[in-house]
């Protein structure tokens, strides 16, 4: 796992979000790219809008979603690896 429980989520970029019939596009005017999000990564985006535990986000998650904690640490994991290559967090 790239990330710890304990690690602070901070995002480092203030991105143009567009909600479009419950998926985010993200757009990052400084590289020209724009990103699609789904599902449980609307909810990681929304929670990560304010510095969070990467456990926090986790155990939000099982809160709100029927997944196996396994599972959804997996999820925020890539998620979050992610967004860190991109430089957002």
Known sequence: MGIN?????KLKKNLNVTDLSGEKVM??????KYFMIKGSGNDIWDLIQEEITVGDII?????????????CEKSVDEF???LKEYEFI
């Open 5 to 9: 429980r304990g690690d602070i989520i």
């Open 27 to 32: 757009i990052d005017f400084e590289s020209g």
């Open 59 to 71: 155990k939000k998650l099982l809160e709100e979603y029927d997944v196996s904690e396994e599972e």
């Open 80 to 82: 979050l690896t992610k």
